[in-house]
């Protein structure tokens, strides 16, 4: 399946390959560099390119490439999952998934893609199991490996492989037992130039933080299930009793896992908490443009709207802007030509505006179309589908746990057309 | 480049040019700066005897490897520290040898035998690494190491090693494929493997080495169906895209009926845009109408297609888009169009993913959308394309989009089209142009909006735009010209200012094409290129021609000049293509004395009517990829591909089935236990390798599950029956000899049974009571009214119970069933015993087969007693009782027709190298079976066959008997052939145990002595065993043998031994069997016998039958 990884940065080193088949000479990412250089954006390049060899299935995540080669025939959506997968494991073990990070930890990065893969195909891809093999770095137990000559290797074998939840390992133990739940909703959204919603969805996840003693049976149901459309699940929630009941019954993960993710069905009208009142123009003569941009409460539910922001990717001909803000501040970046209105909390009383005048490269003609703007906002203790967790119920073990749900709303990729 | 270039400089010398490189690399931490020096101190520091040291090397070397540096001359110094005690050390010593075994080969064998002796270990994670690394250093020498290393692993208790064993077997398939028939093997075996930590590596192995092997599936499929929602969900990914391929070659096509219906209706047109797609359907219904003309009966999905469906609709749910996307293939190559909707919402979801996610599955969408376009109409907003997308996956949202157009939805989709058209993205902006053109062109209502708004376009700004509409509006207007010469018109002027040269060609075309709606612009035109044709480009060059020689036929008189000299330049042009044109049209339009009959054609050949441009979306036909594949993406055939292959027409052979239906998913437990218990002694008779399978796995119930798709709950519960089940076949046993016992001596004190036995199954035998009540036994087992029938009798019995339970669910004529089937039981009785006067009609004191226990026990034991002489022919005292019947043809699979057979251990009188067999035919279906004979037949070489007469009728519920003619050349080969019905032909094979290979055959003590005397050494077989505790008095012991062989008991004066003797049925080779007891039920087995394989065999069958 995947022969060989080369890890590539942004500016296209390779920093990083392994082989798991007969090795493969990196010279096969040229056709990836050729392909990259033509794209432009490291977005465009495509996934997967054909070479007359191999082929190439790539992804971009945190400014690295990572492109693995294959010979013969895979579903390219398994090659891409385990990929990001992949990273997540990074992310996982280092906090983040940079260059840096992986330069540093090459050794562990090493061993878990020796774990992660056999032959090409996956063999351990669950962090529970992989933790237990291959200990993550921390900086107490490197300071103490420094000095006793001690390894991130496990000593004791892992045992999570072969229990029957491989999700989750055998003998935890925790004195203080808690499990959380955080509901994130995330209004993806498209408004046209009069404020009118060409379209609206509302996506959901379940995270879950659950450090419970032994091996506790959880159930979790809802006050109003019927409002989820889709759901998708870790492989730790019982499906059965889902499709009978609509609770969720599982044997939860160690840590942090994201429990399920939803959407909520199509026919409830999505509420939209802001509105954007928004007037951006280039003048045919001259070369300058007028840019003013107001930003009020809509349907919020009571609740106060924090982190807003509002990002536009300018026209390239846009040089310079002028502008003031009644709130909060701007940037504008030159090279990237995104402006960023950081507003943070909305205040009904006092509505947030930005307003001022762009300069243009002079010679070059009116941009044809105006940026659109894409909201950022969030909004503390509530669900904005009306989703509400009824109750959480422990089986399995003695001990009461400390439970907890939170509500946030989020805009996903909330966009107002201009 | 630059990198791959210092790279390959670095190969060369990798200690000299390594150091300026991470002297300036910022980035790199301790492991890179400093300490990378020269291999020396790397050397010294994996001598030391200190593991910190050690492992400091070993990660510098690790961190080497990373970076693609060359450090295999550290090789040496490495291989040594394999047997390391550290683990980290052993681990990171593991990951150099897997990268550099291959270079260094010689050097490599130095840690085999560490990995053997890991592959010893009593941990199991311990001996799955060891066979990790084993099978990951492609190192050819050590091939049949590994071999032998996969093979035990496959059968290790942990299935954790096992899993590690699957994933070997592709390791080493790669490195030698000569390996692949005993690779085969393995992966049959861990296919039967329950647990689902093996199913998804060993299909992946499957699909790797031996994908065609579809037949080693049959099998497993219900179990992997049944498993897979909780394989591991790379597994599942495997599992699913075998399954569809194989549910295409095993299952009907669940829309045949459907596209019948849609053509009668002819309603659902519009689903199609394309006239391909219709063909199609009328392939379909070729199809549907050849399966209708020789089932004439409705659609019925296959309940193992059904299962398959219902068993991977959950994972749509899953995390993992590779599953869900793999679910949604499988629906969309398999399920009914109804159902395939459900895939829609998932793949919806999918598109929140990362973007390359989104990118893979809108190529899928969009090929979905052609065939299934209404599955995804619901979901048309999801596809809008937002301003921040990357430009491919707004290309794809497109394509989408454009797909999902039709009459009801297009205003919307043209509306939003509208704001895309603005977008700073020109490709999407030209991808959008050609978008609308498509729309226009598959919805006639639209054509002269989309028409006006395209030439509106036409005065864009940007040129790239402005050049697109060109090139569509060209394609639009050729579909109907004569309306809109404003707009070719208007084009013309564009000539003035446009630049880009498909559009100039574009625009060209057009007047030529149209030169009679514009008669005055044209010649202007043609003037104004003519002009400016040496700077054109080539492809508008040619369009210049073609203009030119288009006015020249329509209006000669003002443009004959012009054409000349435009002529004249293409005639020197650099490029041979132009001259050649012009060369050509100059010949064809220019009437000189030389020029043909053509020129006379030319205006028709230059001005015919052209059809318009159909427009079609690239992802046309795409579908005959199999969805979600690589090469589906890039519509090209990727290596290592398997076509998915086309429906079958009709259902595939029912023989076929036979292997793949071992047992009814629906039937109850009981039913699956009577099959086990045909064919466990079936397998262990004959197939060694089969009943080494299930000797293997040290799980209890895993030889009856590896056959069955035993489900969770009910396995446990199943296996205790089948023991159960074992348990009641030897109490029957126990019974006859306890019945025997008194007969004979009457040692036992009588009891009278009835009373205990179970009265409902008495009443339905009541015949048999009467017989049974003079019978008497310690009836203290349930079983026992059942175990004076002939074994075949009391499966059927228990058959029928099953049977019952279903007709319950379904129909409701149970009684009447039961009562046919009583009839049957009688008749079959009768009609055996008929046949058996039609084929024996020698008057000797015969003892019929059917002729019950009685008889014939008391024969075993007058022999026993010595008394037997010439009167009571050897041949004759078959023990019928125990003769086996075989399953030929399941009821299920034989469509209603159940074939059993037994071998009668008579005489074959037309042929005496012949082995009797005697074949049962029981008609449960509710029509009549007509002209039942065998045909096609195919034998090993020396093998013969004498078939049986034709059965002209075998009406519904009856049962009719024939025996037939072997000559197995003393071989346990299979007859393989086929049983013809006036409607089916079913593949079946007769496969004899080596016991029914031979006849008895008389002989004296005296003799038997003097003829063992003579087949001594090599052909002399001496086993020692331990008797079953109930088979520890002689009368057991003859039972048994006689049962596992078909031989006569020698009279013998010591009771510690018992003697047989027989001849082959084919060469007459003496058979001799001596079984001498001793204490504490310890035995030898000595088999005396010229052939020496059949020695073997026969020694293995009855050391099986004293033994158990």
Excluded at chain 1, 327 to 335: E, F, I, P, V
Excluded at chain 2, 189 to 196: M, N, P, Q, R, S
Aim: charged share 25%; aromatic share 6%.
């Amino acid at each position: 399946m995947i022969d060989s990884l080369f890890l590539i940065n942004h500016s296209g080193d390779i920093f990083l390959e392994k082989h798991w088949k007969s090795v493969i000479s990196r010279s096969v990412c040229d056709y990836f560099f050729e392909a990259k250089e033509k794209a432009v954006d490291p977005e465009n390049v495509a996934p997967v390119l054909q070479t007359p060899h191999h082929y190439l299935i790539s992804i971009y995540r945190d400014k690295i490439f990572f492109l693995s080669a294959i010979q013969t025939e895979v579903p390219p959506l398994f090659v891409i999952e385990f990929l990001h997968r992949v990273g997540d494991t990074f992310l996982d073990y280092f906090g983040e998934c940079s260059e840096t990070v992986i330069k540093d930890n090459v050794v562990i990065v090493y061993e878990l893609l020796e774990e992660m893969l056999d032959n090409g195909f996956p063999l351990a891809t669950e962090s529970n199991v992989l933790k237990e093999m291959i200990k993550p770095p921390n900086i107490l137990r490197s300071v103490v490996n420094t000095l006793t000559g001690g390894s991130n290797v496990g000593n004791t074998l892992p045992t999570g492989q072969l229990s029957n939840v491989p999700w989750r390992r055998a003998g935890v133990k925790y004195t203080n037992n808690e499990a959380y739940f955080d509901v994130i909703e995330e209004i993806d959204a498209i408004l046209d130039k009069s404020g009118t919603t060409v379209f609206a969805e509302i996506q959901g996840v379940i995270e879950a933080c659950v450090r419970l003693t032994g091996m506790p049976d959880l159930t979790l149901s809802f006050m109003n299930p019927r409002l989820l459309d889709d759901v998708s699940f870790h492989p730790c929630v019982r499906f059965k009793r889902w499709e009978s009941e609509r609770v969720l019954s599982f044997i939860p993960p160690d840590g942090n896992f994201t429990l399920m993710s939803y959407q909520v069905s199509s026919q409830n009208l999505v509420a939209i908490p802001v509105y954007v009142k928004q007037n951006i123009s280039f003048l045919e003569a001259g070369s300058c443009g007028r840019l003013d941009i107001t930003i009020g409460p809509k349907q919020t539910m009571g609740k106060t709207v924090e982190g807003l922001m509002v990002t536009v990717h300018m026209p390239k001909a846009v040089l310079t802007v002028n502008l003031t803000a009644t709130q909060g501040t701007h940037t504008y970046d030159l090279a990237t030509k995104v402006l960023v209105w950081d507003i943070g909390k909305l205040n009904p009383q006092k509505l947030p505006n930005l307003r001022g005048s762009l300069s243009m490269q002079p010679g070059a003609p009116k941009p044809e179309e105006n940026p659109s703007l894409n909201i950022d906002l969030k909004i503390q203790q509530l669900a904005i589908s009306g989703l509400k967790v009824s109750r959480l119920d422990m089986y399995g073990e003695k001990y009461k746990p400390f439970k907890g749900v939170k509500y946030l709303t989020k805009a996903g990729k909330f966009q107002v057309r201009t | 480049m630059s990198t791959s270039s210092a790279f390959n400089d670095e190969k060369g010398g990798s200690s000299s040019v390594g150091e300026p490189e991470y002297g300036h690399d910022p980035a790199s931490g301790g492991i890179f700066s400093s300490d990378y020096k020269r291999h020396d101190d790397l050397k010294e520091m994996l001598d030391s005897n200190k593991d910190s040291l050690k492992l400091e090397a070993m990660k510098r070397i690790v961190a080497m490897i990373a970076r693609g540096k060359n450090a295999s001359d550290l090789f040496p110094a490495v291989v040594k520290n394999v047997a390391c005690k550290n683990i980290e050390v052993k681990k990171l010593v593991y990951v150099y040898l897997v990268r550099y075994a291959e270079e260094q080969q010689d050097l490599a064998l130095l840690s085999i035998s560490t990995f053997q002796r890991g592959l010893k270990d009593p941990n199991q994670l311990i001996r799955a690494s060891a066979l990790r690394v084993l099978s990951s250093i492609r190192v050819t020498i050590i091939v049949p190491i590994m071999m032998l290393a996969i093979k035990e692993a496959a059968s290790d208790m942990s299935p954790y090693v096992r899993k590690t064993a699957a994933h070997a077997i592709p390791k080493l398939y790669s490195l030698d494929p000569e390996q692949k028939d005993q690779l085969i093997e393995v992966i049959e075996k861990l296919l039967a493997d329950k647990t689902t930590l093996v199913a998804g590596s060993v299909v992946m192995a499957f699909e790797e080495v031996c994908p065609e092997r579809i037949d080693l599936i049959h099998k497993n499929y219900r179990k992997l169906c049944n498993l897979l929602i909780d394989v591991e969900e790379w597994g599942q990914v495997v599992i699913i895209n075998m399954l569809t391929r194989y549910a295409r070659t095993q299952f009907l096509n669940p829309n045949i009926n459907e596209s019948l219906l849609e053509e009668g209706g002819g309603g659902d047109k519009k689903f199609y845009a394309s006239d391909e797609d219709e063909d199609e359907d009328e392939e379909k219904d070729k199809k549907a109408e050849a399966v209708t003309m020789a089932k004439r009966k409705p659609y019925v999905m296959d309940p193992d297609h059904r299962l398959l469906l219902r068993n991977t609709k959950p994972l749509l749910q899953s995390r993992n888009a590779a599953v869900v996307m793999a679910v949604a293939q499988l629906y969309f190559h398999l399920a009914p169009k109804a159902e395939v909707g459900v895939i829609a919402k998932a793949l919806v979801r999918l598109l929140r993913s990362h973007s390359e996610v989104q990118y893979v599955v809108l190529q899928n969408v969009a090929t979905m959308t052609i065939k299934r376009r209404g599955m995804f109409e619901p979901y048309l907003k999801s596809f809008y394309i937002r301003s921040t997308d990357p430009t491919q996956i707004k290309i794809l949202k497109l394509e989408v989009l454009t797909n999902l157009a039709n009459e009801t939805n297009i205003s919307t989709i043209l509306r939003e089209f509208q704001t895309y058209i603005k977008s700073m993205d020109k490709d999407f902006v030209a991808a959008t142009i050609q978008a609308i053109g498509r729309c226009a062109t598959n919805i006639g209502e639209v054509r002269d909006t989309c028409l006006n708004g395209l030439v509106q376009l036409l005065s864009n700004r940007d040129e790239l735009v402005v050049a697109e509409s060109v090139v569509v509006i060209k394609k639009l207007l050729q579909m109907q010209p004569e309306k809109h010469s404003d707009i070719i018109k208007h084009m013309a002027k564009l000539t003035d200012n446009i630049q880009v040269p498909m559009a100039r060609a574009s625009i060209l075309w057009l007047i030529g094409e149209y030169c009679e709606h514009v008669p005055k612009i044209a010649p202007d035109v043609l003037r104004k290129m003519a002009k400016s044709f040496t700077n054109e480009e080539d492809i508008v060059k040619l369009q210049i021609i073609n203009l030119a020689a288009k006015l020249y036929l329509t209006n000669s008189k003002q443009t004959k000049l012009l054409t000349q000299y435009v002529l004249n330049l293409a005639k020197y042009d650099q490029n041979y293509d132009i001259r050649d044109r012009a060369r050509f049209i100059r010949q064809l339009i220019v009437p000189t004395e030389k020029s043909g009959a053509l020129s006379k054609y030319a205006k028709k050949l230059f001005l015919a009517l052209k059809p318009a441009p159909v427009l079609e979306s690239p992802f046309k036909d795409r579908d005959h990829f199999q969805l979600g594949s690589l090469s589906h993406l890039l519509n090209a055939k990727a290596g290592g591909y398997q076509e998915l292959p086309d429906w079958p027409e009709a259902a595939p052979d029912p023989s076929v089935r036979n292997v793949e239906v071992p047992e009814w998913t629906k039937c109850s437990s009981r039913e699956k236990r009577k099959e086990k218990k045909v064919e466990k002694p079936f397998y262990s008779d004959s197939e060694g390798e089969s009943g080494a399978t299930e000797s293997a796995d040290s799980e209890s119930d895993s030889a009856s599950g590896s056959e069955s798709g035993s489900e969770d709950s009910r396995s446990g519960s199943e296996s205790d029956e089948s023991k159960e089940a074992s348990e009641s076949e030897e109490e029957e046993e126990e019974d006859l000899k306890t019945k025997k016992n008194k007969e004979k001596p009457l040692k036992k004190p009588v009891q009278e049974s009835e009373s205990e036995q179970s009265s409902e199954e008495e009443v339905r035998k009541p015949e048999r009571k009467s017989k049974q009540s003079k019978s008497d036994s310690e009836s203290e087992s349930e079983s026992e009214s059942e175990s004076e029938s002939s074994e075949s009798e009391s499966e059927d019995s228990e058959d029928s119970e099953p049977e019952l339970k279903k007709k319950k669910k379904g129909a409701p004529s149970k009684p009447a069933f039961k009562a046919t089937k009583k009839d049957n039981k009688k008749e079959k009785k009768e009609m055996s015993l008929l046949d058996l006067d039609d084929f024996e009609p020698a008057p000797s004191p015969q003892v019929t087969p059917v002729n019950s226990f009685l008889s014939n026990s008391l024969v075993t034991d007058l022999e026993g007693l010595s008394l037997s002489d010439s009167a009571l022919m050897p041949a004759t005292i078959a023990p019928s009782s125990a003769l086996k019947s075989y399953e030929l043809l399941h009821r299920i699979t034989g469509e209603g027709l159940s074939v059993e057979y037994c071998f009668s251990r008579q005489p074959f009188i037309t042929d005496a190298n012949m082995v009797a067999v005697q074949v049962h035919f029981t008609n449960n279906s509710t029509s009549d079976t007509k002209s039942l004979h065998m045909e096609d037949v195919k034998l090993q070489s020396g093998m013969r066959v004498k078939e049986f007469p034709e059965i002209e009728l075998l009406p519904a519920g009856e049962t009719a008997t024939a025996v037939m003619g072997i000559d197995f050349c003393d071989s346990t080969q299979t007859a393989n052939f086929q049983l013809c019905t006036h409607t089916r032909k079913f593949f079946v094979s007769i496969q004899p145990p080596v016991g029914e290979l031979m006849r008895p055959f008389f002989m004296t003590e005296n003799e038997f002595k003097k003829e063992q005397g003579q087949l001594m050494g090599m052909n002399e077989i001496t086993e020692k065993l331990i008797l079953d505790v109930k088979c520890r008095n002689e009368h057991a012991i003859v039972q048994k043998v006689t049962t596992a062989a078909n031989l006569s008991r020698v009279p013998c004066g010591s009771d510690k031994e018992c003697r047989f003797a027989g001849r082959t049925v084919t060469s007459s080779s003496l058979v001799l069997v001596t079984v001498a007891t001793k204490d504490q039920g310890a035995a030898q087995l000595t088999v005396n016998c010229e052939k020496m394989v059949i020695g073997t065999m026969l020694v293995k069958d009855i050391l099986l039958a004293l033994t158990q």
